[in-house]
């Protein structure tokens, strides 16, 4: 339920189970949406299957009449999402009445104008859609540059080269301490914050905002405690958590370079105890690495700026497309577009 139109599904049954069971076979170009969820706290996921399906209990099936456009009612029944989830209530899990549906009041055009909105809708949607994948995959081109230029850098208790693409006069062969130094975060309790614009950043990434500031930006941050081994990058000053680890001192390194560095390291092998995970600094600092040059960390962070204005730019264009989109939508449901 994650895309538009579904095709395929991890699991599957014979068609002996469907005839020896409760369930039953959805016909394809129906739509499906789920109704008890916690999902349901923020989206509903809706999708029109384009093969005959079966589903649990926690989905709907809406099977369209021949005066109804499958995909005109999807779009009606995704553009109510803001109505709907106002129905939702906790209970064991979070659903809403599907009475409630059936009595959505809907603009029924004739067929044909129905298929002509569906398609303005589907066209405004692909926009968005072919913008996110594009991000997407901006997104994986860091990591892909840096194994480019610097291979996979490793930890190893022994100083000993442990990869030979790794040699020559740029690179060095030192312990992770005498490059960069790791402090351990601060603590500070919710009632304490104040107001402001400087990011608390926790183990899973920022939690609020006070206005005080614990570090100075750039910054790299790796997850302490819950959230072990994850990374984080702030380009503005921050107050690392107490949950954190964060890089202190950089001792010229360039800090674009340090996160990346993280993001491809196994943190999770110097986890202080299985019993309880942690990261500890004293883990860290004495593992040698192969250490590439300034320069080299220079060009690389020229490279991912390059491509961080690229994925500014997308962003700019996801944000127009979805605000076009969601204005579409809403003239469709009023019966205006």
Known sequence: M??????????????????????????????????????????????????????????????CSAQVHPEYLAHLVKAAEPNILKWVRATTADNFPIQNLKELKIPLPPLEEQKRIAQVLDQADALRRLRTRALDTLNTLGQAIFH????????????????????????????LGDQIKLQRGY????????????????????????????????????????????????????????????????????????????????LSDYEASAANPSLNRNNLHPLYVDWPAVDNQLEFSRRIEKVENEMQILRAGISASKALFAALQHRAFRGEL
């Open 2 to 63: 994650k895309v538009w139109e579904i095709f395929d599904a991890i699991d599957k049954i014979t068609p002996e189970a469907v005839t020896n069971s409760s369930t039953n076979l959805i016909p394809e170009n129906t739509i499906l949406l789920v109704n008890r969820s916690g999902i349901l706290k923020h989206t509903l996921p809706v999708g029109i299957t384009r093969r005959p399906v079966a589903i649990n209990q926690d989905m709907k099936a809406l099977i």
């Open 148 to 175: 480019e230029m610097f291979g996979s850098i490793k930890g190893s208790k022994e100083k000993a080269s442990i990869s030979s693409q790794n040699d020559g006069p740029e690179w060095l062969r030192c312990k």
């Open 187 to 266: 603590d500070i309790v919710k009632k304490d914050v104040r107001e402001g614009e400087v990011p608390v950043i926790s183990s899973g990434g920022i939690s609020y905002y006070h206005d005080t500031v614990g570090a100075l930006g750039p910054g790299v941050i790796l997850g302490r405690k819950g959230s072990v081994g994850k990374v984080h990058f702030s380009k503005q000053d921050f107050w690392p958590h107490d949950t954190t680890l964060f890089v202190k001192e950089f001792n010229k390194n360039i800090p674009l370079f340090i996160y990346y560095f993280f993001k491809q390291f196994s």
